[in-house]
């Protein structure tokens, strides 16, 4: 990383960071596959980023720029034709509606009303009569899809998509769901994770039915997967991981919890994972990987909120010269009695409005990651020239990274906005302003404008 000037945005006119372009592989001494494969990675960006320092201001933005009608064209294709390879996704027909549907709303295309009507039928097709979304019409009900349906209902946001939804039966589906030890499972006798408690409650927080029982013990199974690193991990004992960290941040703001986490150590795990490449990886020692621009960049764009916390979680462990985490743990365990608590829920004291408050609360700090050089990896590491994005240089577009490199650009563009949504400056942006996407809510990954709709709806009952 670079010093902490270079956080400011002005420095959108230089590219910041290029990796050694000499690592000199033949001569490294035993090294390991993803130590190779790492340096490999860093060649190949180092290539691509001499090339646009070799060029003029003028190129420089030119090659920084946002293919839109590519995208466009690629993501509208795949809603109405798939290729054959994609058969191993049959099971997560919901989830390719989302990422697609979503991208196409980042880039603030509409959809003709056609279209939009064929998704609501298809997916009302997946929805089990007991409640919950499957894979595609008759499979087993998931908690995976139904977060990808409701979320593509959210994102489509007409009075039609979002009658569509039956939350009498979802609600009693999320407490079949939910086990004894207060997680969830992902389907009927599935297995038990840190996902499946966000898709839970992020499904029931947008719809405006999460209450107490759904809540009850949550919190503390979230917090038995936050690991030594400070990252979350998907169950207890497992590994730090960038989509779990997101999962389980996001559910801990969605309970009203998030105090319980070490969020210092959380924070500085996260902020180590953006590297050399710019990009994020999702593991420590694991290679860059676009997804993980909005899994860690996600992360950090809610973090810019919970400042406070922190700096109280700091004050308190210092002044008392213990972590503040226990003392809270125990304080806040008890405190699922329905009276809210002192972070988000300011007016009516409803679960449910813990989102609202969120998003309405300022971003206490600056950019806590470089927002400048992440946008730089997105553009021109991930972005197909041909329309949609990749993991990075030398693998393959696809819809679930087109989605979540999409994300990232639009949080990372964002992230100087003080209030969320407003426009951001120029200098936020990387390349032509035209690169400017439509902003997300964070906590469920949805356009915010659509979120205000959804909320707008499912407030009226
Ligand atoms: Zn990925």
């Known amino acids: 990383m670079e010093s902490s000037s270079s956080f400011s945005p002005s420095s959108s006119s230089s590219p910041p960071l290029i990796p050694n372009p000499n690592p000199n592989l033949d001569q490294q001494p035993r090294l390991t596959i993803t130590q190779l494969e790492q340096l490999k990675v860093e060649q190949k960006v180092a290539e691509i980023y001499r090339l646009l320092n070799g060029v003029s201001a003028h190129a420089r933005s030119l090659m920084s720029e946002l293919w839109r009608d590519k995208h466009v064209e690629f993501l509208t294709r795949g809603l109405k034709q798939l290729g ?148 979350i991990a998907g169950e207890p004992g497992s590994e730090a991981h960038g989509g779990y960290t997101f999962c389980g941040l996001a559910t801990m703001i969605l309970i009203n919890e998030a105090d319980r986490l070490d969020l210092s150590s959380l924070l500085d795990w996260v902020a180590f994972r953006q590297g050399i490449e710019c990009g994020f990886q999702g593991r420590t020692n694991k290679l860059v990987d676009g997804c993980y ?45 329905g009276q809210g608590s002192e972070w988000y829920i300011f007016e009516t004291g ?52 087109s989605c979540y490199c999409l994300s990232g650009l639009s949080v990372s563009q964002y992230s100087w906005s003080k209030d969320a949504g407003a426009s951001p400056l120029p200098t936020a942006v990387l390349g032509p302003y035209s690169n400017l996407l439509e902003p997300v809510h964070p906590l469920y990954n949805v356009v915010l404008d659509k979120y205000y709709i959804s909320h707008e709806f499912f407030s009226r009952s």
């Open 84 to 231: 054959p390879s994609y058969h191993v996704l049959d099971a997560n027909r919901p989830w390719l509606c989302y990422w697609i549907l979503h991208s196409i709303a980042l880039l603030g295309e509409p959809l003709d009303t056609e279209l939009e009507n064929d998704v609501v039928d298809f997916l009302s097709h997946c929805e089990d009569e007991d409640g919950g979304y499957g894979g595609g019409p008759g499979q087993l009900p998931h908690l995976a899809t139904t977060y990808a349906a409701v979320n593509t209902l959210v994102t489509l946001g007409s009075e039609n998509a979002l009658s569509s939804i039956n939350r009498d039966n979802l609600y009693k589906f999320l407490l079949r769901m939910k086990d004894s030890s207060g997680a969830f499972r992902m389907h009927d006798a599935g297995e038990i994770d840190v996902r499946a408690c966000y898709t839970a409650i992020s499904v029931a927080s947008i719809l405006n039915i999460l209450d107490y029982e759904l809540v009850k013990d949550v919190g503390n199974y979230i917090l038995r997967c936050q690991t030594y690193e400070g990252g």
């Open 350 to 401: 409803k679960l449910s409005d813990v989102g609202f408050s969120f998003i309405k609360r300022h971003a206490e700090s600056p950019p806590l990651f470089h927002t400048i050089a992440l946008q730089q990896y997105i553009l021109l590491c991930s972005q197909v020239l041909e329309g949609g994005f990749k993991d990075k240089p030398g693998k393959y577009r696809d819809f679930y990274h």
């Open 293 to 337: 621009s909005f899994w860690q960049g996600g992360v950090l764009a809610l973090m810019q909120r919970l400042l406070p916390i922190v700096d109280k979680q700091l004050t308190s462990s210092s002044v008392s010269g213990e972590s503040s985490l226990g003392s809270t743990c125990n304080s806040k365990s008890s405190d699922l009695s």
